[in-house]
């Protein structure tokens, strides 16, 4: 059963950077699927970042050259580097994967989730 575990939110000053972790286990397929997500009070979630097995990343226009999706396959670990954070950054972020695997991108559906972690920028 794969499960996710996310780390690493907190609140910092507009301007700052956070940097969220997510710890992979039960994994078992070749390729993969990750993605960050994030929700603001009321709404639906939003795909932020995804990245698969080859590296290739996907982001929401709102972070572009601000946030940075990585996966280190040795530490089993996801991260997202959040730069340049703005108070409309706040937000519920959760880890998020594709089991099993079948494509990867902001429009496909993820299934495993992690419980998220709260960000909050102040101004």
């Known amino acids: 059963q794969v499960q996710l575990a996310e780390s690493g939110g907190g609140s910092v000053q507009a301007g700052g950077s956070l940097k969220l972790s997510c710890v992979v286990s039960?994994?078992?397929?070749?390729?993969?699927?990750m993605a960050w997500y994030r929700q603001f009070p009321g709404l639906p979630r939003e795909g932020v970042a995804t990245?698969?097995?080859?590296?290739?990343?996907r982001y929401v226009e709102l972070v572009k050259g601000r946030f940075t999706i990585s996966y280190d396959n040795a530490k089993n670990t996801l991260y997202l580097q959040m730069n340049s954070l703005r108070p409309d950054d706040s937000a519920t972020y959760y880890c998020?994967?594709?089991?099993?695997?079948?494509?990867?991108?902001?429009?496909?559906?993820?299934?495993?989730w992690g419980k998220g972690s709260l960000v909050t920028i102040s101004s």
């Open positions: 998020a994967s594709m089991v099993p695997p079948n494509g990867c991108g902001l429009d496909y559906e993820m299934n495993v």
């Open positions: 039960g994994y078992t397929y070749s390729t993969y699927c």
């Open positions: 990245i698969d097995e080859l590296g290739g990343t």
